[in-house]
């Protein structure tokens, strides 16, 4: 059946589901632990409403992977194509998407879950028609992202000395307009990618209203710019470690656990404030007569008011102590996320040097590093597909993600060195003006004959070559 579940899919989906709710703090109630559970009387259930309201959820994960992305596109990407695919910088999906910002959501997935993919897709064309004609008249190529939870199925063959998808399976849905125009219902449909011994060709499958069973609703054979059937599947897997179809690891699930927990702590702590917060006056050894002389009398609490009590009798304020162990298990989770990377400050924290600091981050980055490199690498690849749709062989068309995060810090030493080794032949300029751009020294666009000029080496060369 076209709605089958790949088993890998089955067993990551829940996780899945969990990390996108805390990241985008929904769904939050049924993280919340469920007080007295046995419990089915409304009161108890009353309880728990109120249990959850006064709970405070503080949005880390989600916080920390929106600081991952926008360190990555702290430099916005470098986009290199032909003419003819010009159009993918400001609409790559024909939705008016541009790669930039599809790029952005794409390593958001990647950064949260650990996948996505990219479709490329080409629209059938009839007739002779030149990919010019094709570009003005809109008739292009188009990249589509996929978030995980869509790619529901895949089978991968060797053919040849190559392993390759030979079955994708997309769930996606779209809105059917209700007979006046207006309303609309929300449909399943089911993008089935296959390669057989033929070629490439695809399919969309939906749900038939009346018998529930799934139906051809249409079938594509795309083809190169050269008329020919594709011998692979158009389209890339992208993943926290490698660009397969194998299923990686989630970078943000073990912080958004800890942030479930996290929410569960303060849901408990914010309780317990709310019932045992408040100072609560108390007297012992009262009598009916004395209590209701004090009523007569209009005896208040914090009215300024001596109130005077019978020989024996004691008059005092009960207040509950801190929940401190609720407390500290929060303080604990802050310490744990801040060590699984959440970007943010910690009170009264201890100054660090910055080798401390990039020491630390270390580790985070080069998961941020390598996930810059899978994105921009299949981009590239996606890239690749769209130019043999077009017909744009010969040039280059590349997609380049910043990966450098940890920025060095070079000393006033350091620069001298380097300097000194460039004037005793020691160091190529090339090499001295890469680690210039690598410190920030120097604008990374420059060129290597820019550079030469401005510091003169290129007239001093020629007066070497004329003494020669």
């Known amino acids: 059946m076209i709605d089958f579940q790949h088993p890998n899919y089955v067993n990551s989906i829940q996780q899945w589901q969990l990390i996108d709710d805390i990241c985008e703090a929904k769904n939050l109630k049924q993280y919340i632990v469920k007080i007295n559970s046995h419990d089915g009387s409304q ?27 926008g360190k990555a596109f702290s430099e916005p990407p470098k986009c290199t194509v032909p003419d003819s695919l010009d159009y993918v910088r400001y609409d790559i999906d024909g939705a008016g998407v541009s790669i930039y910002q599809q790029a952005q959501e794409v390593f958001k997935d990647v950064v949260r879950i650990g996948r996505a993919g990219l479709l490329i897709d080409f629209p059938t064309v009839d007739g002779d028609v030149s990919r010019q004609d094709m570009v003005d008249n809109q008739t292009v190529a188009t990249v589509t992202r996929f978030s995980a939870d869509q790619i529901v199925n895949w089978q991968v063959r060797k053919i040849g000395s190559k392993v390759k998808p030979v079955l994708i399976v997309l769930k996606s849905t779209e809105n059917e307009l209700h007979y006046d125009g207006f309303g609309f219902d929300v449909i399943d449909i089911y993008i089935e990618l296959r390669l057989d011994d033929d070629g490439y060709y695809q399919r969309e499958w939906r749900k038939h209203d009346l018998t529930g069973e799934h139906y051809i609703h249409s079938e594509s054979t795309p083809v190169d710019s050269r008329g020919q059937r594709l011998t692979m599947i158009p389209f890339v897997f992208v993943g926290s470690e490698a660009n397969t179809s194998r299923i990686d690891f989630a970078p943000m699930y073990d912080l958004s656990k800890i942030n479930v927990g996290h929410f569960n702590n303060s849901a408990i702590y914010e309780d317990s404030v709310f019932v045992v917060g408040q100072v609560q006056p108390w007297m012992s050894g009262l009598s009916g007569d004395t209590l209701n002389d004090l009523r007569k009398n209009g005896q208040f609490i914090g009215s300024g008011t001596l109130m005077g009590v019978p020989s024996g009798e004691k008059f005092d304020f009960a207040q509950a102590k801190p929940n401190s162990l609720a407390k500290e298990a929060m303080t604990d989770k802050v310490q744990m996320m801040i060590g699984l990377g959440a970007m943010f400050l910690s009170p009264n924290g201890v100054a660090k040097t910055a080798t401390q600091v990039d020491g630390e981050l270390m580790a985070q980055h080069s998961v941020l590093s390598l996930i810059s490199s899978n994105v921009s690498e299949a981009y590239n690849q996606a890239l690749g597909y769209v130019k043999l749709f077009m017909g744009d062989d010969n040039e280059e068309a590349t997609l380049l993600i910043n990966r450098q995060f940890v920025k060095p810090n070079a000393s006033a030493q350091d620069i001298t060195a380097m300097v000194a080794s460039f004037l005793q032949g020691a160091l190529p300029i090339s090499d001295l003006l890469n680690w210039q751009k690598l410190h920030g020294l120097v604008d990374k666009d420059k060129t290597l004959e820019d550079y030469s000029e401005e510091i003169g080496i290129q007239d001093s060369m020629a007066d070497l070559d004329e003494e020669i």
């Open 43 to 69: 009161s108890a259930q009353q309880r728990r409403d109120q249990f959850f309201k006064r709970s405070v959820f503080y949005a880390i994960a989600g916080y920390t992977a929106q600081g991952f992305l």
